[in-house]
């Protein structure tokens, strides 16, 4: 499977969603450090500007959502942890975007 754009195509919405994805997690990632990885502030900005979830009410709910995603126990979201994250919240709001509703808010 190739990646490239050398065909002259206009991208499809498929591939404007995962660059937008990509492009997402680059805003984010490596503010504070590693840039392949969303440490916990890096992450709880994210949520915050992306899908409007405010952990402020709560700092433990940032604290556990890292250890939800954090598969390796690295202390950080890498790309992979970041797109198990983006589609387990597609797949919970699907039925607000397939009935042409608000998306889902926490």
Do not use: R, W
Not at 12 to 29: C, H
Not at 45 to 64: A, F, H, W
Not at 96 to 103: A, L
């Amino acid at each position: 499977m190739s990646c490239d754009k050398s065909a002259g195509k206009p991208l499809s919405d498929l591939q404007k969603a995962m660059k937008g994805i990509n492009e997402v997690f680059e805003d984010y990632a490596g503010k504070e450090g590693d840039k392949t990885k969303l440490n916990k502030s890096e992450l709880k900005k994210l949520l915050k500007s992306e899908l409007n979830i405010d952990c402020t009410t709560n700092p433990n709910e940032v604290e556990q959502m890292m250890k939800d995603l954090d598969a390796d126990s690295d202390g950080e979201v890498d790309f992979l942890e970041y797109v198990i994250f983006v589609v387990s919240v597609t797949t919970l709001c699907n039925e607000f975007f397939t009935k042409g509703q608000t998306p889902c808010k926490k």
